[in-house]
């Protein structure tokens, strides 16, 4: 009874939820009106762009997304992958306007890609083209939320960034009083931001683990640019956050 009286409650939320965000929505369009949704999603999306097949960081198997969101708005909704979609954006509005091909690399909780190729969205045969998070760069290394070991995000993330951290904090490594101050028994408190705040302050460890995780962020964008981009003429970088939630940038060739 009570888990039955909790799916109504849920439901009773989504609605709610889906009814603030089409008059939030309606706020931001000329004539207020809203003729179908568009959702990035982090994860491999199906290649009509309805399911989520698979999200290794949200723990989501052939979520039918767009279906579930339909029918709380009554609106066409299609899926695309986070990077994706941000791909697009960048190519249509963005720092990729000048340009037919871009890889466009998304750096947050884990790593995502997207290809736009003479002006068309790449998304290879399955739909799921530019998973470069899960390209393998380490043999048996840290194992990933995709099944495998040593995904190009488990080292190039922000998520490798805290993790890391952490890591030193728990070892007892020299250089962590900065770090032990700012968990103060509490790992949790080690977050990208507050590592990106404690290396704008100039702790040493922390400036340590960004030029790490700097390092490993360009050995992938080496790698993808002498597949995608040998001849790239320009690279240029768009910030969405100076400190630490996400970041992305535009190969162009
Ligand atoms: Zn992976």
Known sequence: MDSIRQNKVNSLMQQELANIFLIEGRNYLPGGLIVGIGIGAAGFTSSDRRTVRFAPNIDWIDEPLAEHISALVDLPVVVENDANAAAWGEFTFGAGE?????LLVTVGTGVGGG?????QLYRGGFGIAAE???????PDGVACGCGQRGCFEQYASGSALVRNARERVTNGDPGTAALKALADGDLSKITGPALTDLA???????????????HRIGEGLAILASILAEASRASSASSHSARGRSFSWILSC
Do not use: F, N, P, Q
């Open 132 to 138: 470069i998070g899960h390209m393998r760069i380490v």
């Open 200 to 214: 704008h302050d100039g702790d040493v460890l922390s400036i340590e683990l960004l030029a790490e995780l700097g």
């Open 98 to 102: 000048d340009t037919d091909d871009l």
């Open 115 to 119: 290809i736009v190729h003479h002006g």
